[in-house]
């Protein structure tokens, strides 16, 4: 599988609500990050699905390196 391209060294703050699914993009490539576009047509990227369990504000991850997925867990400290 390829290496996804670092679309930020931060994580991005987003309100989600609970309930509602979120479209996070794996490979680098959204011109709408931290969420899909359809950019990664073409490649071995598809976009991680994330459900809101609860209404707040959660942090996605932008590196595209997080063992979280979806969400942050600081491997951008790393990069």
Same mark, same amino acid.
Do not use: N
């Given at each position: 599988?390829?290496?996804?391209? &670092? !679309?930020? @060294? !931060?994580?991005?703050?987003?309100? &989600? ?7 996070? $993009?794996? =490979?680098? @490539? ?5 969420? =899909?576009?359809?950019?990664? @047509?073409?490649?071995?990227? &598809?976009?991680?699905q994330y459900k809101a369990t609860e209404t707040t504000k959660?942090?996605? $991850? !932008? =590196? @595209? ?14 990069l």
């Amino acid at each position: 599988m390829s290496e996804p391209i &670092v !679309a930020g @060294k !931060a994580p991005i703050p987003i309100d &989600v609500e609970a309930g509602r699914s979120y479209f996070w $993009c794996s =490979c680098g @490539k959204s011109q709408k990050q931290p969420f =899909c576009d359809g950019a990664h @047509k073409g490649t071995d990227f &598809v976009p991680t699905q994330y459900k809101a369990t609860e209404t707040t504000k959660v942090w996605f $991850c !932008a =590196c @595209k390196h997080s063992a979280k997925g979806a969400l942050c867990d600081g491997s951008h400290k790393a990069l």
